[in-house]
């Protein structure tokens, strides 16, 4: 393929070039019939495979497989605009297939691994919606383990609980960081970051891939060496989703301990709470050594008809019960950790106490797709803190969460500082390290489509109220915390322009200046913005 090289245009300028969304779509009026037809003839199927790999909605199965990794209720509706096929490859031929066909016939490809985006935006086209199809990565979901090189290959449609499985049963000091939800898809997190218990200690997921395996929009199979080094920084935290079809990944496998421990712990927050419990995670939480990582959670709850909020406090430290007890002690003595609340696990075990599996359920459970926490329908918005907020305005925050259905607003916090100090803003596009003391993450669930905009206006109202006490210029988001309300590009099927000017509302919030330079590899690899969503990266206008 003939690579399309053009003179870039220097960043200061980048502002004033419009970027145009344009496929090469044929005249006729598109059908399913066509695409699948094409797929049809382009996929080779192995005589011992009988399953399809597309549904359509005439297939009975078809609203079984869209339904089966939607996490967020409120794009679960009749109403939301659906998929006119779902594509279910087993091999990356297939994926090559559906590019070859869609490019084709002008349709426009959701991908999907663990289908837990917050917007839905691997299953959802809010524009272009009869012409969009979704290719759900479910079953090119294999792990391979390397213990001696300590590294591993694992595909984009396996679950986190998937991969800590494979890694567990092939040993028992090597671990991965990434989030703690097991039916998390490897595709979406690592693409987008993955923060979890491990990251103080080994930075975030995406710090910790040494190669892929990328489908591009000529549809080729491209790894490391031949996508280049661009797009290769690109896809490790700046969302795949606007360069391309990752079916795989290779992962640097870290150490852990043969044993953690962990808690997990509920307190009354009452009595004179932040200024106790939270001043003091506030100023601790970030430095304390990097083997201890303290996440809280705070919720309402009712108690004797009486409504009460609550701290979540959850924990991993690397070592024993009676070092994290006596850190605990040191570092954080408002919370009063006690022994009999701590319990010492393998590291691969430990998820299966954090997603609840406390039954005595075995490893087994951790493949289950389905995640144990109902998220119901669910908004949420995050924030990076790099001054300790004064008590008196956490103290209001909290106040807030009373406004909801008791359980159903929650604020948590996850702790930074550590390895995440050392990395620089540009070693990968997530660009937020030193500085930051932790994260905020925003949340409001409810039930049912009828109260939609109170809870979110609620959720809006809270960030709202947040905003002098975080981050600014850019008020710095989480891209795996996908937030639409900080702008979308603006997509319209034919000639829908979006100003490079517009997107940087959005996308220095999520990459900071790195936003720029994703543009760069944008207009290399994807120039004609085939692979498009909401908040995909858009190329620059192409200049003879
Ligand atoms: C219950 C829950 C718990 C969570 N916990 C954590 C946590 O602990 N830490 C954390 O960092 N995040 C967490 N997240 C956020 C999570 O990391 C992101 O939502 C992530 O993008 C989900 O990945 P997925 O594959 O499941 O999502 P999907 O919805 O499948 O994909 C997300 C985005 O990535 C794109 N994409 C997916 N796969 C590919 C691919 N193979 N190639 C190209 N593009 C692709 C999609 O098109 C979409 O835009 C959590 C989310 C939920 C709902
Ligand atoms: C679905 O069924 C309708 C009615 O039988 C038919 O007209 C249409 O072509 C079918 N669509 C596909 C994609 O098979
Ligand atoms: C999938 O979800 C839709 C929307 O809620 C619902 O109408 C449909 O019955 C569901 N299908 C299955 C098979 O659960
Ligand atoms: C595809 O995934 C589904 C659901 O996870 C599973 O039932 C099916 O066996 C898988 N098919 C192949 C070919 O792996
Ligand atoms: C409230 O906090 C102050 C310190 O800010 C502390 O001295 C006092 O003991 C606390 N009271 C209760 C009931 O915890
Ligand atoms: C964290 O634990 C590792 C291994 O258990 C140890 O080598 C390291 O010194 C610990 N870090 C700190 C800051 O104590
Ligand atoms: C309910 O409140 C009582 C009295 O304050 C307390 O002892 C108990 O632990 C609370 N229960 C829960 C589930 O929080
Ligand atoms: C998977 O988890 C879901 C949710 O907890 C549960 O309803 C279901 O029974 C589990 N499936 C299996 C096979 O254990
Ligand atoms: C946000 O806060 C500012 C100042 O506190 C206020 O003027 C504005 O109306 C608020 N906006 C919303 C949407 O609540």
């Known amino acids: 393929m003939k690579m399309n090289f053009f003179p870039l245009i220097s960043l200061s300028f980048a502002q004033i070039f419009v970027s145009l969304f344009s496929f090469s779509i044929e005249a006729s009026a598109y059908t399913p019939q066509d695409f699948i037809e094409c797929l049809a003839s382009h996929v080779s199927y192995s005589a011992s495979l009988h399953e399809p790999i597309f549904y359509t909605p005439n297939d009975s199965a078809y609203s079984t497989v869209l339904n089966s990794s939607i996490q967020n209720d409120r794009f679960f509706s009749p109403s939301t605009p659906k998929p006119s096929v779902i594509i279910t490859p087993f091999h990356v031929s297939h994926v090559q297939a559906t590019i070859y066909c869609a490019k084709k016939h002008g349709v426009q490809i959701r991908t999907r691994s663990g289908g837990h985006d917050y917007e839905g935006l691997s299953y959802v086209s809010y524009f272009n919606v009869p012409r969009y199809v979704v290719i759900d990565l479910r079953n090119l979901s294999s792990v391979s383990i390397d213990v001696e090189s300590k590294s591993a290959w694992v595909q984009s449609g396996a679950t986190l609980g998937e991969l800590y499985y494979a890694i567990g049963q092939k040993s028992e000091n090597l671990g991965f960081p990434a989030g703690d939800c097991h039916s998390v898809g490897v595709g979406g997190q690592f693409g987008g970051g993955g923060y979890g218990y491990l990251t103080r200690i080994y930075g975030l997921s995406a710090d910790n891939i040494l190669d892929a395996k990328i489908v591009d929009a000529e549809g080729r199979i491209l790894d490391r060496k031949s996508m280049g080094e661009d797009l290769f920084w690109a896809i490790r935290g700046g969302g795949p989703a606007s360069f391309g079809i990752v079916v795989e990944w290779k992962i640097r496998l870290v150490p852990v301990p043969k044993t953690v421990a962990v808690f997990d712990v509920w307190r009354n927050m009452e009595h004179n709470a932040t200024k106790t419990l939270f001043h003091r995670w506030q100023r601790c939480a970030d430095k304390v050594d990097e083997n201890l990582t303290v996440y809280m959670t705070f919720q309402t709850s009712s108690n004797d008809s009486k409504i009460v909020l609550e701290a979540n406090v959850r924990g991993t430290f690397h070592g024993g019960v009676d070092k994290l007890l006596e850190l605990m002690k040191k570092e954080f003595p408002e919370l009063g950790l006690q022994g009999q609340e701590c319990f010492e696990m ?35 918005k995050s924030d990076f803190v790099k001054e300790p907020i004064p008590d008196n305005v956490f103290e209001t925050m909290l106040g807030m969460l009373y406004e909801e259905d008791v359980g159903r607003a929650m604020i948590y916090v996850f702790p ?93 919030k999520y990459f900071k200046n790195n936003f720029y330079r994703l543009i760069q590899v944008k207009t290399r690899v994807d120039p004609t913005n085939f692979f498009t969503n909401e908040q995909s990266i858009p190329p620059l206008l192409r200049i003879e």
């Open 416 to 508: 930074y500082g550590g390895k995440m100090n050392e990395i620089s803003e540009s070693a990968i596009p997530f660009p937020h390290r030193a500085g930051n003391l932790y994260m905020i993450h925003h949340l409001v669930k409810w039930e049912g489509e009828e109260e939609e905009e109170k809870h979110v206006s609620w959720v809006r109202r809270l960030y709202n109220y947040t905003t002098p006490y975080v981050s600014e210029n850019p008020r710095a988001t989480y891209f795996n915390f996908k937030d639409l309300d900080i702008g979308t590009n603006n997509l319209k099927y034919e000639g829908g322009t979006t100003s490079i000017t517009q997107a940087s509302i959005w996308g220095t």
């Open 346 to 380: 393998r590291w691969v075990e430990s998820f299966l106490f954090f997603n609840l599996f406390r039954n005595g359920e075995s490893l087994d459970a951790l493949l289950n797709r389905t995640s144990n926490f109902n998220m119901l329908s669910f908004k949420a």
